[in-house]
């Protein structure tokens, strides 16, 4: 069953037809996008091949104890997980609280609560991952650098050209702003190519500060050297 409106990415996970008709319906007619999943093995198959914004899932499955499953969808996607199920045994409860569930609803779940509880869920995360993508993007007067995306965009809209490792030793300093890096910390952003010793990380940063002086024509060096310790990144993080 799928929506035909864009929205909250659903899997169900239900055995019971009449509560999977019922709670599939609700969501769709909440706006919700939802796919079905009967049993573990389809869930398997469901999660190896979408991604989905939550999982409301059942404890009791006709091919085993859908608990294994919390930990299963933690280990590989960031969905929101809320278990709906008539299972009231407080153990079963505290361990999928445990293994990562976020909600745990007692069934018959009320339609309204239903969507509020999704809704609710799918909005928190949603913010989560949008202060967690903010964080990696850091403004400058004049420039901006994405460590996710690993660009560095000027006021123009023009990028500036790093390599890999300019990049890498970058990513290091704005994370450590205004805090002094050692020199090993910078060795070992470099990675293998370059030769381990405290030169290549001296003329690394030397190509750096270069190209972004270049660009930006601070009077003052963007990357400070902290004699007999390592560098620090002064510029001011707007």
Request: aromatic fraction near 4%.
């Amino acid at each position: 069953m799928t929506g035909e409106q864009k929205g909250i990415r659903v899997l169900l996970v239900e055995d019971e037809e009449t509560v999977l008709q019922l709670h599939g319906a609700v969501l769709v007619g909440a706006g919700c996008v939802v796919d079905e999943a009967p049993t573990l093995a389809c869930f398997r198959d469901r999660i190896a091949r979408s991604r989905y914004d939550i999982v409301l899932l059942d404890l009791c499955l006709p091919d085993g104890n859908a608990l294994e499953a919390i930990s299963e969808i933690r280990r590989g996607t960031s969905a929101g997980i809320i278990v709906a199920t008539s299972n009231r045994d407080p153990d079963d409860r505290l361990t999928g609280l445990e293994q990562g569930a976020d909600e745990y609803l007692e069934k018959p779940v009320h339609p309204r609560e239903l969507v509020a509880r999704v809704r609710n869920l799918a909005g928190r995360l949603a913010v989560a991952k949008r202060e967690e993508k903010m964080e990696l993007v850091h403004h400058f007067q004049g420039w901006s650098v994405d460590l996710a995306a690993r660009t560095v965009r000027l006021h123009d809209g023009d990028t500036l050209q790093l390599t890999e490792n300019e990049f890498r030793l970058l990513d290091v300093l704005i994370r450590n702003a205004a805090k002094p890096v050692h020199r090993e910390r910078l060795l070992t952003a470099l990675g293998s190519d370059e030769e381990a010793t405290d030169r290549a990380v001296d003329k690394a940063i030397y190509r750096l500060r270069v190209k972004l002086h270049a660009v930006l024509g601070h009077a003052t060096p963007l990357i400070e050297t902290v004699h007999g310790f390592g560098y620090r990144f002064i510029a001011e993080i707007l």
